[in-house]
């Protein structure tokens, strides 16, 4: 399916603009994306609140509607219209750089099947400020993302990668990190090398690096956004 203009007005269908944001410090934005945002006609946020408070910094009053994991299949046919009617729309996360763990991707399949146009302003992303001060030896690695949510599923996922021989990267919410550091004990070894980033970019921000028992000594029941890397598992098969 083509939606390249207006049945009504012929006008050329409008852009999605995917805009990566600030993952902590407000500086670490771009002024592209200043711009984008300052031009778009709606700007599509994954909450109303987070999205309000960005805009409010930026001295940009602009209408804002929600696209999240709870309404962005409903939503999406509103969002093709306003398209379809030559309106630029940008989207943004919650912070760092959209889709990339969070919801846009049943949206930007149809973008593309429909043959609208969709342009990445990059910026801010925590896997690749991550990767940027990590020691492992990075040329090749896995992202895993998010775990399962149920313990037993958790644990099966984990003992499948303990004999990867590629470095691995885990993400999870804020609350569950002294959990993942748990399970990748159990899972991995006590002596698992890990790099855990914590809070990038912002005032509390702390980098761990050594085996995983010593730093579950050091975060003593810490919440904090943060990305996990292993390094090359050491358990390997009989």
Same mark, same amino acid.
Do not use: W
């Given at each position: 399916?083509? !939606? ?11 852009? !999605? ?9 407000? %500086? ?52 093709? !219209? ?21 919801? %846009? ?39 895993? %993302? ?42 991995? %070894? ?16 702390? !980098? ?31």
């Amino acid at each position: 399916m083509t !939606l390249n203009a207006n049945s009504t007005t012929g006008k050329p269908a409008g852009k !999605l603009y995917v805009v990566a944001t600030p993952i902590g410090n407000a %500086g670490d934005i771009t002024t592209r994306a200043i711009e984008t945002l300052a031009h778009a006609d709606v700007i599509l946020c994954e909450e109303h609140r987070n999205g309000s408070r960005l805009l409010k910094s930026l001295g940009i009053a602009k209408p804002l509607l929600e696209l999240n994991e709870h309404n962005e299949a409903e939503r999406i046919q509103e969002v093709l !219209l306003m398209l379809a009617q030559g309106q630029t729309l940008a989207l943004i996360s919650d912070c760092g750089t959209p889709v990339f763990s969070d919801p %846009g991707k049943k949206l930007l399949q149809l973008l593309y099947e429909m043959n609208i146009a969709v342009t990445p302003l990059p910026g801010a992303s925590s896997l690749m400020a991550a990767l940027s001060v990590c020691p492992f030896d990075l040329e090749e690695f896995l992202f895993i %993302g998010f775990l399962p949510v149920k313990t037993d599923q958790r644990q099966k996922r984990l003992s499948q990668l303990k004999y990867s021989n590629y470095p691995l990267v885990l993400m999870d919410t804020p609350y569950r990190m002294q959990r993942l550091l748990q399970e990748v004990q159990q899972s991995f %070894g006590k002596k698992q090398n890990i790099f855990l980033a914590c809070d990038l970019t912002m005032p509390e921000e702390h !980098l761990y690096l050594g085996p995983v028992d010593e730093i579950l000594t050091k975060i003593q029941n810490r919440k904090a956004e943060f990305i996990l890397i292993l390094d090359r598992p050491q358990k390997k098969p009989f």
